[in-house]
């Protein structure tokens, strides 16, 4: 091979080299950028797998959005309370009367039923007796309230608080439990009033005038319904006046959602201004099924005034009975030739219709001049009536028409012997409380009038005395030995037979006076069911308050 020839073979072999490198160098460029591309694509597939074709979604910053609902329900929450309570039931004789069951609307807790809890069933399924030789079980309920008065005045519904050995009450976005006492209660409306002390002024809740709300109107129920507190629905009234309950009860219907817990809460208008208070339910389940009920608020008010203003409800009364069937009663009427009226079936010995001689089969017509429409007109218009005032009833006797001039008496004092009218009122003291001044004495018991139907069923003919229902735990009345169902039928030789006269002779007493009991207590007999009564003293001095 000549010179040439191999620099010419040396010069092909250089620039393929070259080539070579250069397809080399290319090569691995695009090895890099397809790496890349190929690993950016796996790490967005890594983070969006389930469907990375979706956009993630950006939750926008806060904003309060606001309606009429939520402005009342902030308006209110500092008025609207929750209420707990507790009772352990009391062994009991075959020869005391039967107590109620606490709380029966308000929310039952540790699997307890209306009839007791399965720990009664299984009582009386082991044969152990009804009164209970094992140790009662404590129970608890709650309910919901609201604040009337700065001071700390609140309503509820009675059968929240009902035969309560404690009542506490927590305020909204407070976890504190207060204590509360009772300051008083009205049975027939279902109504109680208590009183908290925070040490500072409460935010009171409006009220609205109840005759104004009209079917169709929105109607707010707030309260703790289940326990679970500040909870608000929302709906309209459905109808006003429903009767179906007792006497001097005619209910707002709502079907705002009222359930268990929610008893004793307000009912508001879109003001926020309370209009009723929660009280009952129409349901097959136990729970909310679209129908409830509300005490007029204007109801409420005349009760609350006359509780702080006398501890109690005092209803004007004529002494008569009427059907309670009004059909029967509109059909008897036109039947005799009468629109309007109350035919008297019974006149109460000793009442007030009997001195001004009105007798059953009269035909009552007109009060002071202005037509009575039915018994539930006539009620509702005595009851408002002062006591001890002077009325004119018109009467169909035989034809004629005669004016009797007739005084109104205390309602409760008119049927004393009637069982459905007898009042179970309840004096609550609070050991724990130490701002009482040193005028005010304190028992620490809770006591009734007794009936004459108790009277037979105890077998009691001593005359007088009233039915100790309470014994407050540490008070003065423990202390000397006074128990429940015991009968006290004097203090400090003082006769005793109704809770006005203990409260009257409770007032003149103060801290380190003596004070004697007369106590009458059941001895069980050798039969069963049989006892007899022994009177005995108990005395001591009032402690310091």
């Known amino acids: 091979m000549s010179q040439n020839e191999v620099r010419s ?17 290319f090569t691995l460029a695009l090895a890099v950028l397809l790496g890349t591309a190929l690993t950016t694509g796996v790490s967005a597939a890594k983070g969006q797998t389930a469907a990375p074709d979706a956009t993630p979604l950006t939750v926008p910053p806060v904003k309060q959005l606001s309606n009429d609902f939520t402005k009342l329900a902030k ?20 020869a005391a009367p039967k107590r109620r069951t606490p709380n029966p609307h308000a929310t039952p807790q540790d699997g307890e039923d209306e009839d007791g809890g399965n720990m009664d069933q299984l009582r009386k399924f082991f044969g152990m007796p009804f009164g209970g030789d094992a140790t009662p079980r404590k129970r608890e309920g709650s309910g919901s309230g609201f604040i009337v008065d700065k001071n700390g005045y609140i309503i509820t519904n009675f059968h929240v608080v009902e035969q309560a050995d404690h009542i506490k009450v927590k305020l909204t976005g407070d976890k504190t439990e207060h204590k509360a006492k009772l300051i008083g209660t009205d049975e027939e409306t279902d109504i109680a009033i208590i009183k908290i002390d925070v040490g500072k002024p409460l935010q009171a809740i409006k009220i609205a005038n109840s005759d104004s709300v009209q079917v169709g109107d929105w109607a707010v129920a707030i309260g703790a319904p289940f326990g679970l507190e500040t909870s608000v629905t929302a709906g309209i009234v459905s109808a006003t006046g429903r009767d179906i309950a ?40 136990g729970g909310y099924q679209g129908i409830g009920f509300a005490l007029p608020m204007n109801t409420a008010a005349k009760v609350y005034n006359q509780v702080i203003q006398n501890g109690r409800v005092a209803r ?27 035919i008297i079936e019974s006149v109460t010995k000793g009442g007030p219709a009997e001195k001004a001689g009105i007798q059953g089969d009269d035909v009552v017509l007109a009060l002071n001049g202005k037509p009575v429409k039915d018994g539930d007109d006539l009620v509702s218009r005595v009851s408002d009536m002062p006591l001890g005032s002077d009325a004119t009833i018109s009467i169909d006797r035989d034809g004629k028409t005669v004016d009797k001039k007739i005084t109104i008496e205390d309602r409760e004092k008119v049927f004393r012997d009637d069982p459905r009218i007898a009042r179970n009122r309840r ?40 039915l100790v229902t309470v014994v407050e735990e540490g008070s003065f009345a423990e202390e000397i030995g006074v128990k429940e169902r015991d009968i006290i039928v004097s203090i400090n030789r003082q006769p005793v037979s109704s809770f006005e006269d203990v409260k009257r002779i409770q007032g003149k007493l103060k801290s380190g006076d003596a004070v004697a009991f007369k106590v009458m207590r059941a001895i069980p007999g050798a039969r069963r069911g049989q006892s007899t009564w022994t009177g005995t003293y108990m005395s001591g001095t009032l402690p310091p308050q």
Do not use: Y
Request: aromatic share 6%; hydrophobic share 35%.
């Open 9 to 25: 073979w040396l010069s092909r072999l250089r620039q393929q080299k070259l080539f070579s490198a250069s397809l080399l160098v």
């Open 316 to 342: 004007g009364s004529i002494g008569i009975s009427f059907p309670r069937d009004q059909g029967k009663m509109e059909n008897t009427l036109k039947a005799l030739g009468f629109k309007h009226g109350v």
């Open 427 to 466: 004096e609550m003291t609070d050991p724990e409380d130490t701002k009482g001044t040193e005028t005010t004495a304190r028992f620490g018991i809770g006591i009734r009038a007794i009936t004459e139907e108790q009277r037979k069923e105890l077998a009691f003919e001593t005359p007088g005395g009233v």
């Open 75 to 94: 308006m209110l929450e500092p008025s609207v309370v929750f209420i707990s309570t507790d009772f352990t039931p009391k062994q009991q004789s075959t």
């Open 246 to 285: 007792r006497q001097f009860q005619r209910f707002i219907q709502t079907d705002a959602a009222i359930n268990p817990g929610n008893s004793g809460g307000p009912l508001v208008n879109i003001n926020g201004e309370v209009i009723g208070i929660n009280t009952m339910i129409a349901t097959q389940s």
